[in-house]
């Protein structure tokens, strides 16, 4: 979703792009693995598919709706490399919201598949993406003198 949305402000080394994509794909196909292993067990006392699937899908939501959000900042075409500070939607309020989707859209799917392992990809993703939220954070804080205090990394108000 990403890819067809932003404009980069420089390019990505091939290598990373093949291990971030091998990440998504190992993971993916771990999570399957998982699924097939609970083949003939009993179903779970409590069914979180439908929370799960309307967690998932704000998630889903919110990440392209701030991915698309990110994406406009550059609006001057490649040669506008510049950095800015985001100022729509949650962006009022965090840095990264994108980021707080995604974890939301990785609960929702561990909701779903009520596997041990999503759940634990769930909580992996979360904890690398709160890392990365507050990392942003003080980079914008260190590029921006005007960047405002009142704006959390990860959660409006708290985080």
């Known amino acids: 979703m990403v890819l067809f949305i932003h404009r980069y402000s420089g390019n990505m080394p091939l290598n990373t ?49 701030n991915h698309y959000l990110l994406s406009q900042l550059r609006k001057g075409g490649d040669d506008d490399t510049g950095y800015k500070i985001p100022k729509d939607g949650l962006f009022e309020f965090v840095t990264c919201p994108h980021y707080l989707f995604e ?21 992996g993703t979360a904890a690398y993406l709160v890392s990365r939220s507050f990392a942003t954070r003080r980079w914008y804080e260190s590029k921006f003198e005007e960047f405002p205090a009142s704006i959390k990394a990860l959660v409006p108000y708290i985080l």
Do not use: E, K
């Open 103 to 123: 974890i939301t859209g990785f609960f929702g799917f561990a909701m779903i598949s009520q596997t041990v392992y999503a759940l634990a990809m769930a909580f």
């Open 17 to 65: 792009a093949l291990t971030i994509s091998s990440s998504y794909l190992l993971s993916a196909i771990t999570m399957i693995y998982a699924q097939h292993l609970t083949v003939g067990l009993p179903d779970p006392t409590t069914d979180l598919l439908y929370p799960g699937v309307l967690l998932f899908a704000i998630g889903i939501a919110g990440n392209f709706y």
